[in-house]
């Protein structure tokens, strides 16, 4: 089945700076990578995806890239704010089936 | 947020007792997923269930047992669990497999 690595496990960054978070996976059948974000006690949210016929995808300070060459797509978040501190989730998906997750990113930023 | 609801929100069993969680969506998807999210291990999926059939299980204890009525309507019957399965049970929906999938809250399961 498909696998999907993430790193880092925890990210600290200083408000206003980038923060990068970079996932691979294991299936080449694989079509969508959406990214997850979880807040304390909260749901996952779906903040930002792409799919494979796509290099890259922007939405205000988030952006997504994808090497479907080198199985490895990354999210990007620039300015960071302080609401931005949570836990994100990569996430690795073909039509017919679910989604694997990656383990997870404990984003802090730090005032 | 009420596009996909769970209930109970919390729920505290025992190993001997029987119970079921409920999702419901309200966005006209047809795909629903069971989750478990546990602190040591990364979203795990469970069930898939596509147009009410189910479509995969990943290799899931039979202690954990589906059932989907409608497209709008999940359940996860449990019973003898463990104390390992203690853990936040989540649903999910999408307009249909490989879409964007949408979380319910989740419910809190804790087995003594």
């Known amino acids: 089945g498909e696998n999907v690595e993430q790193h880092p496990s925890t990210l600290s960054v200083q408000e206003g700076d980038s923060a990068v978070i970079k996932c691979t996976y294991s299936?080449?059948?694989?079509?969508?990578f959406p990214w997850y974000k979880q807040e304390l006690g909260k749901r996952p949210q779906l903040i930002i995806d792409?799919?494979?016929?796509?290099g890259e995808k922007k939405d205000q300070r988030i952006a997504v890239t994808l090497n479907k060459t080198a199985k490895h797509f990354s999210l990007h978040i620039t300015e960071t704010q302080p609401e931005d501190s949570a836990v994100y989730f990569c996430?690795?998906?073909?039509?017919?089936?679910?989604?694997?997750f990656g383990k997870g990113t404990h984003l802090i930023i730090q005032p | 947020e009420t596009g996909v609801t769970q209930t109970p929100r919390h729920l505290v069993m025992g190993m001997t007792n029987k119970k079921s969680l409920k999702c419901e969506q309200h966005?006209?998807?047809?795909?629903m997923y069971w989750y478990k999210q546990s602190a040591k291990k990364p979203l795990e999926l469970m069930f898939v269930?596509?147009?009410?059939?189910?479509?995969e299980n990943n290799s899931v204890p039979s202690r954990f047992s589906p059932e989907c009525p409608n497209s709008s309507h999940l359940f996860l019957h449990l019973h003898t669990l463990q104390p390992e399965d203690s853990a936040l049970y989540l649903c999910?929906?999408?307009?249909?497999?490989?879409?964007?999938?949408?979380f319910g809250p989740g419910t809190r399961l804790t087995v003594t």
């Open positions: 996430a690795s998906g073909g039509g017919a089936d679910g989604l694997t």
């Open positions: 999910a929906s999408s307009l249909r497999q490989g879409r964007e999938q949408y």
């Open positions: 966005l006209g998807h047809n795909a």
């Open positions: 792409i799919r494979s016929n796509v």
């Open positions: 269930y596509n147009f009410k059939e189910q479509t």
């Open positions: 299936d080449s059948a694989s079509n969508y």
